[in-house]
């Protein structure tokens, strides 16, 4: 299973691969602190897949995309999860 983060800089203090914390809260109820928020697949899933059926088809998109990864053999070690997913946007990714 990947490694995941999310977030929007780096803030150079990283965490052992494979160390996960509850993703933090939003601290202007839309953006997610400053820095690297380490979690599972399932944690980013029940945090940031659900609300719109928009998030819902990301969220589909992206878990056949790494389905399509392990068909070809390609295992990555992390995934960056960022932009506009790991917001309080209601339809991430409009315009």
Do not use: N
Request: proline share 9%; hydrophobic share 30%; aromatic share 8%.
């Amino acid at each position: 299973m990947p490694w995941i983060t999310m977030g929007t800089q780096d803030s150079g203090d990283r965490m052992p691969r494979g160390t996960t914390m509850p993703v933090p809260p939003f601290v202007d109820g839309y953006h997610l602190p400053e820095g690297e928020h380490p979690c599972t697949l399932e944690e980013a899933r029940e945090r940031f897949a659900v609300g719109s059926s928009r998030r819902e088809e990301i969220w589909r998109s992206f878990t056949g995309l790494l389905h399509r990864l392990e068909q070809i053999k390609l295992f990555p070690e992390v995934i960056l999860l960022d932009g506009s997913f790991v917001t309080g946007k209601s339809d991430p990714g409009g315009r």
